[in-house]
């Protein structure tokens, strides 16, 4: 396996499982307390279009050129990944509350049960529309990054895989906590994904435009620690001037 | 028309997100880059500085408002 390779499987796995994170807290909401079967259900049905999705677009784009596919897709993943990367470097600094699971959790526990009975035949569709909308719209994010890396990279099945692998390993996670993934470092998480979206679109962008990278594919390990620089030093002067305007003892 | 309008908002913020002017200034720096290629310029360096410039700026418009 090449190390670009590697960095694929690991952007798709972990860009996975912290969208699945998200998802699996409003699943556990809902179906703790209004029951499982319409919940279930409407997760199984939110993955099988996902999973159609990626079977449909992918060998679809590949037939598209290299050098156009990789300039398109490194533009789209530079403008998804540098969303990403702001948001991880305003919540690193203080800027943006940090998402909290279990917060999350109990709204969605109150949400699930202030609504009222939407029961047709042996089906609840709130529980359905509920995990059905949580696990498209967290994943759609997914099946964006599984496309975009699979095809530029010519790695469908390795992206597919990592997303997969993530996929299993939070459920299984969530089926042994019983609960919201509420110590998983989310924004650390969000911010490597950031980091290697942003590293990957600058990367396949320069190259589908038609210029070379010195030192050939070698260069995109020296693109991902720029953009780490960078935003490591964005992160240190935000917080030095966020610590200026909030007041000695105040929380982040 | 409503459904075409939310179908269009909804990739807006999917791909733009909150600052377009992140999404319009790495548009300008591949355009410059493909420019640059064209006339012979091996212009790698282009788009990872406009990362720095187009981030740094986002980042501090938004923590100044």
Not at chain 1, 127 to 155: D, M, N, P, Q, R
Not at chain 1, 162 to 168: D, I
Not at chain 1, 181 to 208: D, H, Q, Y
Request: proline share 2%; hydrophobic share 55%.
């Amino acid at each position: 396996m090449t190390t670009s390779e590697i960095l694929i499987f690991a952007g798709a796995f972990l860009a996975r499982a912290v969208e699945m994170v998200e998802a699996l807290t409003i699943v556990l909401g809902v179906g703790v307390v209004r029951g499982w079967r319409s919940t279930m259900i409407g997760v199984g049905a939110a993955a099988l279009l996902l999973a159609a999705l990626v079977a449909a677009f992918g060998p679809a784009l590949q037939q598209i050129p290299i050098d156009t596919l990789r300039f398109v897709v490194g533009a789209l993943l530079l403008a998804f990944g540098l969303q990403w990367l702001r948001k991880a470097i305003l919540r690193s600094s203080g800027y943006k509350a940090l998402h909290d699971e279990d917060e999350a959790y109990r709204e969605e526990r109150e949400r699930a049960a202030a609504a009222g009975q939407v029961q047709r035949g042996h089906m609840d569709w709130y529980s359905f529309t509920v995990a059905f909308k949580g696990v498209l719209l967290e994943g759609l994010e997914v099946v964006f990054i599984v496309i975009a890396f699979g095809t530029a990279h010519g790695s469908l099945g390795l992206a597919a895989a990592g997303a997969g692998a993530a996929l299993l390993v939070v459920l299984l996670a969530g089926v042994l906590t019983r609960g919201p993934l509420s110590r998983v470092p989310e924004n650390t998480i969000k911010f490597a994904v950031g980091l290697l979206l942003t590293s990957f679109g600058c990367f396949w962008s320069v190259e589908g435009a038609g210029a070379d990278w010195p030192g050939g594919d070698l260069a995109l390990l020296g693109v991902i620690a720029f953009i780490a620089a960078l935003s490591f030093c964005l992160v240190q002067v935000l917080r030095r001037r966020r610590s200026r305007l909030v007041p000695v003892g105040a929380k982040a | 028309m409503k459904y075409v309008r939310a179908f269009l908002r909804f990739w807006w913020d999917f791909i733009v997100g909150d600052d377009w002017r992140v999404a319009a200034g790495i548009a300008v720096a591949l355009g410059l880059t493909v420019l640059l290629v064209d006339h012979d310029v091996n212009a790698w360096w282009l788009i990872p500085a406009a990362v720095g410039v187009v981030l740094a700026g986002s980042l501090d418009r938004s923590t100044r408002a």
